[in-house]
């Protein structure tokens, strides 16, 4: 599946987030997202997923040909797009093996999250209630393994490797490189390189700086943005403003 945005302008709580992105990520591509905190990253994930407190003033988002920008987010995740959320919730009421059971039921099983359930250890977390009392790297495995039992088309990553340890980070990259190697389309966001520079393919790196892309290139300008910080290519953003 393909992905447009075009001229996207979002709110939030009243205040302007997302300033005019212009992004277009083709079938099977793996699309980097970095920037410094309160650039706009995860809420662009997060307006791309349809969640409700982010509102797009102008502009749009197609999938496949489809203007998605008005459709609530369980028609979206119904078309193949899906949201690993960065923050996870804890549910004490429901166990992580009744959720799966749910979500096989609506969407089939598919290899991919079979193959993904063994990589990311899940028989381990099956019998625990939803997200409570995990460390960091089980609950993004966990976020993971279920965002993938969606059987999804596109994956929107929100920072996989915020807070893990060293062993869950290889065990999410593995699990994501068998998403590039699905041909799924993937755009993951992350303030670090370490993750990046695990994956076997990344075909464009996009760097945002208060509400806006402002560089896209391939894989080589992570590691100099990463060195030299975002100051620089964020003063040349409010430079080009003034």
Do not use: W
């Amino acid at each position: 599946m393909s992905l447009i945005i075009e001229d996207l302008h979002v709110e939030s709580s009243g205040r302007e987030i997302l300033r005019g992105i212009d992004l277009e990520v083709k079938e099977g591509e793996t699309h980097i997202i970095v920037g410094p905190n309160g650039a706009g990253k995860s809420s662009l994930l997060y307006t791309i997923a349809g969640i409700p407190k982010y509102v797009v003033k102008k502009g749009r988002i197609i999938l496949n040909s489809e203007d998605i920008t008005r459709l609530q987010p369980h028609e979206r995740v119904r078309r193949g797009l899906c949201l690993m959320h960065q923050f996870q919730p804890q549910i004490k009421t429901i166990k992580v093996s009744d959720l799966e059971n749910i979500l096989i039921s609506k969407f089939g099983i598919n290899e991919l999250a079979v193959k993904a359930r063994e990589i990311l250890e899940i028989d381990n977390l099956r019998n625990r209630y939803l997200f409570t009392n995990m460390s960091g790297g089980e609950r993004k495995r966990l976020e993971l393994y279920l965002t993938l039992l969606t059987n999804p088309k596109i994956v929107l990553l929100d920072e996989p490797d915020s807070g893990v340890d060293v062993d869950s980070l290889v065990k999410i990259s593995e699990v994501i490189n068998l998403i590039i190697s699905s041909s799924l389309t993937c755009i993951l966001v992350t303030h670090r390189g370490d993750i990046v520079n695990m994956l076997r393919k990344v075909d464009r790196v996009h760097v945002m700086c208060n509400g806006k892309i402002v560089e896209s290139n391939g894989k080589d300008m992570l590691d100099r943005v990463l060195k030299s910080g975002f100051r620089k290519i964020c003063e040349r953003l409010r430079d080009k403003r003034e």
